[in-house]
């Protein structure tokens, strides 16, 4: 059971950049897939989440219509379009997985990380000035 996130770089503010999260060793469409980012000295915070057999998803509003969730079932994969990035967006971001029991509502925002079975190395995002 594995998460691997890739993508994450440096950039300039204004900019644009797409995270992947690639998935291996369960069932992918029975699973919700989320995004948390981390900043120096900074709590976790939730940034979007997708459940993979219905697309549904939801987004914090610090990231709401400038960054896109999506998944490519057949690669179980799943994407963060990053546009108009800011040097607040500057973190390390982890993709995690669980179950479609909860919400992703629910594992974002609402304290259900704690259900959340795998989490992915993260990778580091840094958006200049």
């Known amino acids: 059971v594995q998460l691997v996130e890739s993508g994450g770089g440096l950039v300039q503010a204004g900019g644009s950049l797409r995270l992947s999260c690639a998935a291996s060793?369960?069932?992918?469409?029975?699973?919700?897939i989320a995004w948390f980012r981390q900043a120096p000295g900074k709590e976790r915070e939730g940034v979007a989440s997708?459940?993979?057999?219905?697309?549904?998803?939801y987004y914090a509003d610090y990231v709401k219509g400038r960054f896109t969730i999506s998944s490519d079932n057949a690669k179980n994969t799943v994407y963060l379009q990053m546009n108009s990035l800011k040097p607040e967006d500057t973190a390390v971001y982890y993709c995690?997985?669980?179950?479609?029991?909860?919400?992703?509502?629910?594992?974002?925002?609402?304290?259900?990380?704690?259900?959340?079975?795998?989490w992915g190395q993260g990778t580091l995002v840094t958006v200049s000035s």
């Open positions: 997708i459940r993979i057999d219905d697309g549904s998803t």
């Open positions: 995690a997985a669980g179950p479609k029991y909860y919400s992703g509502s629910y594992y974002l925002f609402d304290g259900g990380y704690r259900y959340l079975e795998v």
């Open positions: 060793g369960f069932t992918f469409d029975e699973y919700v």
